[in-house]
């Protein structure tokens, strides 16, 4: 009796130390904090800073050449090793050039309209968070979420479907009068309706169209799980956990002033007076969301444009997806999550569920030819590029301003300056990746 008690026992320890020893490395995992930025130096994480220098040199080259301003941070191996003002962040007065010493220098803190990044730093986040949650599937139907989302086919639209830009709606939802003139008098709740019945052009999943409709109505998504405003959520449940104080919608409401931003079009939507209609903004933007849909019909709160951010924040949240989805001991979403948000789809190869992915031809303009297909971001109209390249460890934030400038003649779209080097965001990878220790030497640099 005593040999089996003592088996017994035994058996019982061995059982003991197995489920310790299975639970407690994981809850020592789970407490443990991940990664948060430090202050490092560009020659200690391995950039040549000759070759800074000469990116210095091209910026300040276009800035000279009337190019308004930018702010370009890098993270690498989890430090911040270079963040840098450049320019101006406000020359203009409607279309009056200041004189020189009235202009507004950029600086390291100046805030920015993150214009189409929002669509990933506001509504993809939040959905990769509920996501990781249970509380939502990129597989799922939106009428689940939308009851309104009906007619016309949709009722087989997934999320995953626009997320991949695919569900068959046109680039920008335009609301027309009976007599085709565009409306822009709604309020938010009408919009939110309209565009649940917003006229399919194109069979859902048969191609790959870009369009602020998949995420505005992604964004409406997020609010119907959370039963929050988008701004309400991702404020409280994201960026304030992670100390994000500059990083929000509607900002002139909640305490900032327009000085604290970089300014945008000279004559707020008219686009140098070739645009009109009634109750439209003549004022140089600033600190206002320029997107038309958001600012008119979505009161500055919408899941495709409207969060403004600043440098030193947007390195957190970069930071964050370099290290899988967590950042100290806060946590958005599992490193599974976020590979399901960055697996790319069918119809496009190189985007994923809202992330572009780079190693494509098709996007070298913003990724330039070194990124590798690990890397991912997404633009902003306003002048923003964010990209993050986990296989280096490296996260590039490249916040401009060129819509701070006239517009070109006879281009509603294009501003004066576009044509300059730092425009094109792939200029500014490239020069980034050249800086790298072991990359090769730009062509200014080696004399070619």
Same mark, same amino acid.
């Given at each position: 009796?005593?040999?089996?008690?003592?088996?017994?026992?035994?058996?019982?320890?061995?059982?003991?130390?197995?489920?310790?020893?299975?639970?407690?490395?994981?809850?020592?995992?789970?407490?443990?904090?991940?990664?948060?930025?430090?202050?490092?130096?560009?020659?200690?994480?391995?950039?040549?800073?000759?070759? +800074?220098?000469?990116?210095?040199?091209?910026?300040?080259?276009?800035?000279?050449?009337?190019?308004?301003?930018?702010?370009?941070?890098?993270?690498?191996?989890?430090?911040?090793?270079?963040?840098?003002?450049?320019?101006?962040?406000?020359?203009?007065?409607?279309?009056?050039?200041?004189?020189?010493?009235?202009?507004?220098?950029?600086?390291?803190?100046?805030?920015?309209?993150?214009?189409?990044?929002?669509?990933?730093?506001?509504?993809? !986040?939040?959905?990769?968070?509920?996501?990781?949650?249970?509380?939502?599937?990129?597989?799922?139907?939106?009428?689940?979420?939308?009851?309104?989302?009906?007619?016309?086919?949709?009722?087989?639209?997934?999320?995953?479907?626009?997320?991949?830009?695919?569900?068959?709606?046109?680039?920008?939802?335009?609301?027309?009068?009976?007599?085709?003139? #565009? @409306?822009?008098?709604?309020?938010?709740?009408? =919009?939110?309706?309209?565009?649940?019945?917003?006229?399919?052009?194109?069979?859902?999943?048969?191609?790959?169209?870009?369009?602020?409709?998949?995420? +505005?109505?992604?964004?409406?998504?997020?609010?119907?799980?959370?039963?929050?405003?988008?701004?309400?959520?991702?404020?409280?449940?994201?960026?304030?956990?992670?100390? !994000?104080?500059?990083?929000?919608?509607?900002?002139?409401?909640?305490?900032?002033?327009?000085?604290?931003?970089?300014?945008?079009?000279?004559?707020?939507?008219?686009?140098?007076?070739?645009?009109?209609?009634?109750?439209? #903004?003549?004022? =140089?933007?600033?600190?206002?969301?320029?997107?038309?849909?958001?600012?008119?019909?979505?009161?500055?709160?919408?899941?495709?444009?409207?969060?403004?951010?600043?440098?030193?924040?947007?390195?957190?949240?970069?930071?964050?997806?370099?290290?899988?989805?967590?950042?100290?001991?806060?946590?958005?979403? #599992?490193?599974?999550?976020?590979?399901?948000?960055?697996?790319?789809?069918?119809?496009?190869?190189?985007?994923?569920?809202?992330?572009?992915?780079?190693?494509?031809?098709?996007?070298?303009?913003?990724?330039?030819?070194?990124?590798?297909?690990?890397?991912?971001?997404?633009?902003?109209?306003?002048?923003?590029?964010?990209?993050?390249?986990?296989?280096?460890?490296?996260?590039?934030?490249?916040?401009?301003?060129?819509?701070?400038?006239?517009?070109?003649?006879?281009? @509603?779209?294009?501003?004066?300056?576009?044509?300059?080097?730092?425009?094109?965001?792939?200029?500014?990878?490239?020069?980034?990746?050249?800086?790298?220790?072991?990359?090769?030497?730009?062509?200014?640099?080696?004399?070619?």
């Amino acid at each position: 009796m005593r040999a089996k008690f003592s088996r017994a026992l035994g058996q019982l320890a061995v059982c003991s130390f197995l489920l310790l020893s299975a639970i407690l490395p994981a809850a020592c995992t789970k407490a443990a904090p991940e990664p948060v930025l430090e202050g490092g130096t560009p020659l200690a994480a391995g950039f040549v800073p000759s070759r +800074l220098q000469l990116l210095d040199q091209k910026i300040n080259a276009d800035i000279e050449a009337g190019f308004p301003g930018a702010v370009l941070c890098l993270v690498k191996d989890g430090q911040v090793v270079k963040t840098t003002a450049y320019g101006w962040q406000k020359k203009y007065n409607e279309s009056r050039l200041l004189p020189q010493e009235q202009w507004q220098p950029m600086t390291t803190d100046t805030m920015f309209d993150l214009a189409s990044n929002t669509k990933m730093y506001a509504t993809n !986040l939040a959905l990769m968070k509920l996501t990781d949650e249970g509380k939502l599937s990129p597989d799922d139907l939106v009428c689940r979420y939308l009851p309104e989302f009906t007619g016309d086919g949709r009722e087989q639209i997934r999320l995953r479907d626009l997320l991949t830009h695919s569900a068959g709606f046109a680039p920008s939802p335009h609301f027309y009068r009976a007599d085709g003139t #565009r @409306i822009y008098t709604l309020n938010r709740d009408e =919009t939110s309706r309209r565009l649940c019945t917003l006229p399919l052009v194109y069979p859902t999943g048969t191609k790959y169209s870009y369009s602020d409709t998949d995420f +505005l109505l992604l964004g409406l998504v997020v609010e119907s799980v959370t039963g929050q405003r988008l701004d309400a959520y991702v404020e409280q449940q994201i960026y304030q956990p992670l100390g !994000l104080t500059h990083t929000l919608f509607n900002p002139l409401e909640k305490g900032f002033k327009p000085d604290d931003f970089a300014a945008g079009e000279l004559n707020g939507n008219t686009r140098g007076g070739q645009v009109s209609f009634p109750g439209i #903004r003549t004022g =140089t933007v600033q600190g206002e969301v320029h997107d038309e849909t958001a600012f008119y019909l979505m009161g500055g709160v919408a899941g495709h444009a409207g969060l403004f951010s600043r440098a030193g924040d947007l390195a957190v949240l970069t930071q964050l997806l370099l290290n899988g989805g967590s950042y100290g001991h806060y946590k958005l979403c #599992r490193p599974e999550t976020l590979q399901l948000f960055l697996t790319p789809g069918r119809l496009n190869p190189a985007l994923a569920l809202g992330w572009y992915k780079g190693g494509s031809r098709d996007y070298e303009s913003w990724f330039g030819p070194y990124a590798g297909k690990e890397a991912f971001g997404h633009t902003g109209w306003t002048g923003t590029f964010i990209c993050v390249n986990p296989s280096r460890q490296l996260a590039v934030i490249w916040l401009t301003n060129r819509t701070h400038a006239p517009v070109a003649a006879g281009q @509603i779209n294009s501003f004066a300056f576009d044509k300059l080097f730092i425009r094109k965001y792939g200029h500014i990878m490239q020069l980034v990746y050249e800086a790298l220790a072991g990359e090769p030497a730009s062509p200014a640099e080696s004399g070619k």
